[in-house]
């Protein structure tokens, strides 16, 4: 079946340092590819996505490049702000119906990021 | 437009009660999905609703349960409640069958004592 492995947390960083966030995966075929981002209390937020191999996601300053033949798709921000400090999850979906459309997720990585 | 909304936001059961959460999903999305969250498990698919019908289900005993109304609302119910069960619900909706992409509410906090 389908599986996501993350990277280990937690992840200290210093504001303006450069985050990486790995991220790999299991699948048969070509699922979609997600990164969500969960602050304290709250739900899942989406923060991009890619539905083909080599697709770039990129959303506030995040990006993540869906690369097929290591089935990977690292998260990377060139300069983090202490807003950015969350729980990160990796993701994917499909393809096809039925059991494929639930998201696997991988185990989250928590970010912390010091004045 | 509005996100996907979940009520109660919070809920404290006793062992053996039953519970029933609420998710209206984002405006024109016809496909929910309920997840469990928890700190040992992580995240798990409970099941997914679109047109009234469950389309998947995950892993998980036949004391949960869930359905979905004509206008996309869905609901789950989890009867006989252990204090397993304690854990954050998240429901998500997307557009339809044919859509990957989920959008999340903020979640239900059930706390079994």
């Known amino acids: 079946g389908n599986s996501v492995t993350q990277m280990e947390g937690p992840v200290t960083l210093s504001e303006e340092a450069f985050l990486t966030i790995n991220c790999t995966y299991t699948a048969t075929g070509y699922p979609s590819l997600f990164w969500y981002v969960q602050y304290p209390g709250e739900g899942l937020q989406l923060l991009l996505k890619?539905?083909?191999?080599?697709d770039k996601g990129s959303n506030k300053g995040f990006e993540a490049t869906y690369r097929k033949e290591t089935t990977s798709f690292h998260l990377e921000k060139g300069s983090v702000q202490v807003s950015d400090s969350a729980v990160y999850f990796c993701a994917l979906s499909g393809p096809g119906g039925g059991s494929a459309r639930q998201l696997t997720f991988g185990s989250g990585t928590q970010l912390t990021v010091l004045p | 437009k509005a996100g996907v909304t979940q009520t109660p936001r919070y809920l404290i059961k006793t062992r053996g009660q039953q519970v029933t959460l609420s998710c209206s999903p984002i405006s024109g999305h016809r496909s929910v999905s309920w997840y469990q969250q928890t700190p040992g498990q992580g995240l798990q698919f409970l099941f997914e609703y679109f047109s009234e019908t469950q389309r998947n289900k995950g892993n998980f005993p036949g004391r949960f349960s869930g359905r979905q109304f004509s206008n996309s609302r869905s609901e789950m119910n989890v009867s006989t409640l252990e204090l397993g069960d304690s854990a954050l619900y998240l429901c998500?909706?997307?557009?339809?069958?044919?859509?990957?992409?989920?959008?999340f509410g903020p979640g239900t906090r059930l706390t079994v004592t």
């Open positions: 998500a909706s997307s557009l339809g069958l044919e859509s990957y992409e989920q959008y």
């Open positions: 890619a539905t083909k191999a080599d």
